[in-house]
């Protein structure tokens, strides 16, 4: 099974930028769909953004115009780039693989990395 790598979590101040990377071991059919995922502490986990292989995206909608999501097929990569970034945004940020299409959730996780917002 293709395992995914996140890095690029930090402390950042209100309103600050923060870029997250996700990187899957080998190339694989899960990876037609890559999105990022977060949870906070007594929070459900909850959709970031997806996006497909052929560029299509979906967005939470508390999300879009914050935050961009791209991807590097070349060299099997996915990126948030976190914008005006909020204290409630704190989360532990998680990339997922795997699913059919950008509206659902995937089956392969990453280990998570922590994004704190504070001042």
């Given amino acids: ?36 995922y977060r949870q906070s502490p007594g929070k459900q986990r909850e959709l970031v953004a997806a996006i497909s292989i052929d560029g299509t995206t979906n967005y939470a909608a ?4 914050r935050f961009i999501i791209s991807r590097d097929n070349a060299e099997n990569k996915v990126y948030l780039q976190m914008n005006s970034l909020k204290p409630e945004d704190t989360a532990v940020y998680y990339c997922n693989a795997g699913a059919y299409d950008v509206y659902q959730e995937g089956t392969v996780w990453g280990q998570g990395t922590q994004v704190t917002v504070s001042s």
């Fill in 1 to 36: 099974q293709v395992q995914l790598v996140e890095s690029g979590g930090d402390l950042v101040q209100p309103g600050g930028s923060l870029r997250l990377s996700c990187t899957a071991s080998r190339i694989s059919y899960s990876l037609t769909v890559m999105g990022w």
């Fill in 62 to 65: 508390t999300m879009k115009g």
